[in-house]
């Protein structure tokens, strides 16, 4: 099941302040072409964070393990695409999650996002085991720096793509969580799952 979450791209986030109109995940499937999307609806403007992902305070994350479910991955960055759409790991590198550099750092306040594909045409991915995570779990990111940020799984929750709780995912907070998505569910006609996972996380 590839999967791509949607995001705004820069020229769409001055659509988002008068409100955009959001695209549910899509196009997760086991048979997806490699450039097949999918992904979490747009966060409106108010859902941004205002985080220099690269700042000397806050150095962008490069590895993330939930030891419980047996994750164990580098992160590479994702970023957006021209239809709004954010990046997602291609599908040969189905083994590895990503972090949407548009949303907060993990371990600094905000909303981090963590995206990985559940299966792949070329088979189980990264997070093909999330659906396993209880609550109370660790789970530790960590950045080029060698820090560790460890954060609690407070709650998960299986939703159908046309319902994505956006606000609730990428909302603004001044509290310092992390969300882990990636496909669930049943298969539509098309082959792509109908639902997503979302993880939820607070920092320690």
Same mark, same amino acid.
């Given at each position: #099941?590839?999967f791509?979450? /949607?995001?705004?791209?820069?020229i ?23 450039e !097949?999307? !999918? ?6 403007r ?5 985080? =220099? ?8 994350p ?6 419980s479910v ?5 992160? #590479?960055?994702?970023?957006? $695409? ?7 790991p291609? !599908?040969?590198?189905? #083994?590895t ?8 750092v ?10 990985g594909? $559940? ?5 189980? !991915?990264?997070f /093909? *085991?999330? /659906?396993?995570?209880a609550?109370g ?16 799984v ?24 992390l ?5 669930d569910?049943?298969f539509d =006609?098309?082959? /792509?799952?109908? *639902? $997503? ?8």
């Open positions: #099941m590839s791509t979450p /949607h995001v705004p791209s820069r769409a986030l001055f659509a988002a302040a008068a409100g955009l109109l959001l695209v549910p995940l899509t196009g997760c499937g086991a048979a997806d072409a490699p !097949a999307s !999918a992904g979490t609806p747009s966060p409106t108010s859902a941004q964070t205002a985080h =220099a992902p690269d700042s000397p305070k806050a150095p962008a490069t590895r993330v393990t939930v030891s047996g994750i164990d991955s580098t992160l #590479m960055r994702l970023g957006l $695409n021209q239809d709004g759409t954010v990046e997602v291609p !599908a040969e590198k189905g #083994m999650a990503g972090w949407y550099a548009g949303g907060a993990p371990g600094e306040p905000g909303a981090a996002v963590l995206i594909h $559940n299966d792949t045409r070329f088979g189980r !991915a990264v /093909h *085991d999330l /659906h396993q995570i609550k779990a660790d789970i530790t990111v960590s950045d080029g720096a060698g820090a560790e940020s460890h954060f609690t407070t709650a998960k929750e299986t939703v159908k793509k046309d319902g994505f709780p956006t606000e609730k995912v990428y909302g603004a907070t001044g509290e310092r969580v969300r882990l998505i990636t496909c569910g049943d =006609a098309e082959g /792509h799952p109908v *639902d $997503n996972l979302i993880v939820y996380a607070t920092l320690r």
